[in-house]
T-cell receptor
C-alpha cells in the first residue's frame, strides 16, 4: 500500500512566481491536511480538507495561499506571488474517514524562493 | 487552544543508555497524543499514539510513552539507545473528536546518540 505521495520533492521559484504543491493521499484516505515547517521549528497546521470541501483553514495565511482537494486527482496547495518568507518544507498528511483519524505524512516538498 | 512543550531542543545520550524525551501539553478537552520521528530530509513517521484506554503505549523501534493526565505529560522513552535512533522527534496533540483536526506540534527535540 503506497504511502502519502507529494511532488515535487524540491521546488525553486523566484519572487512573484506561483508555486503548486501536490499531494496524493494514501489509498482509502479521504482526509488531507497541509502543514508548513520552517527551519528549526515544528510543523504548523495550515488547512484540513475532505474531498471537494475545506473543513478548517484556520492556519492558512489570508492572502496568496489556497488549497483544494477535487473529487478526482491530488490535493493542491497553491501559493501565488511567492516571497522569500514562503521558503519552507510543506508536508501533507492523510487520514481515513472512520475511527481514529491518525495522520500519515508524506515526504514533503521543500520550497526555495530566490 | 492547545499547545505542546518539548523540554530540550537537543538531547544527547550514549549508545545503550536510556532515552527520555519530554513532552507536556495543554488541552481543554481529553487529548489524543502522538509522537512522530523525522529523519533528515524526510517526512514524519508515526512512532506511537495515545487515544483512550491504557496509559502506557508501545510503539515501533522499542519506544514507549506514558500518558499522565495529572502531570499533563506524554514523555517518550526507550531503554537502550541505538545509533539509528538519531533523529528529530516531535510530540503532537489533537483535540480528540476522532482526531479530525489539525495537529498541534511541539518544536521538536533533536536526539543525538554518542558512540
Amino acid at each position: 500500500n503506497a504511502g502519502v505521495m507529494q511532488n515535487p520533492r524540491h521546488l525553486v521559484r523566484r519572487r512573484g512566481q506561483e508555486a503548486r504543491l501536490r499531494c496524493s493521499p494514501m489509498k482509502g484516505h479521504s482526509h488531507v491536511y497541509w502543514y508548513r515547517q520552517l527551519p528549526e521549528e515544528g510543523l504548523k497546521f495550515m488547512v484540513y480538507l475532505q474531498k471537494e470541501n475545506i473543513i478548517d483553514e484556520s492556519g492558512m495565511p489570508k492572502e496568496r495561499f489556497s488549497a483544494e482537494f477535487p473529487k478526482e486527482g491530488p490535493s493542491i496547495l497553491r501559493i501565488q506571488q511567492v516571497v522569500r518568507g514562503d521558503s519552507a518544507a510543506y508536508f501533507c498528511a492523510s487520514s481515513p474517514s472512520g475511527g481514529i483519524k491518525t495522520q500519515y505524512f508524506g515526504p514533503g516538498t521543500r520550497l526555495l524562493v530566490l | 487552544a492547545q499547545s505542546v512543550t518539548q523540554l530540550g531542543s537537543h538531547v544527547s545520550v550514549s549508545e545503550g543508555a536510556l532515552v527520555l524525551l519530554r513532552c507536556n501539553y495543554s488541552s481543554s478537552v481529553p487529548p489524543y497524543l502522538f509522537w512522530y520521528v523525522q529523519y533528515p530530509n524526510q517526512g514524519l513517521q508515526l512512532l506511537l499514539k495515545y487515544t483512550t484506554g491504557a496509559t502506557l503505549v508501545k510503539g515501533i523501534n522499542g519506544f514507549e510513552a506514558e500518558f499522565k493526565k495529572s502531570e499533563t505529560s506524554f514523555h517518550l522513552t526507550k531503554p537502550s539507545a541505538h545509533m539509528s535512533d538519531a533523529a528529530e522527534y516531535f510530540c503532537a496533540v489533537s483535540s480528540g473528536g476522532g482526531g479530525a483536526d489539525g495537529l498541534t506540534f511541539g518544536k521538536g527535540t533533536h536526539l543525538i546518540i554518542q558512540p
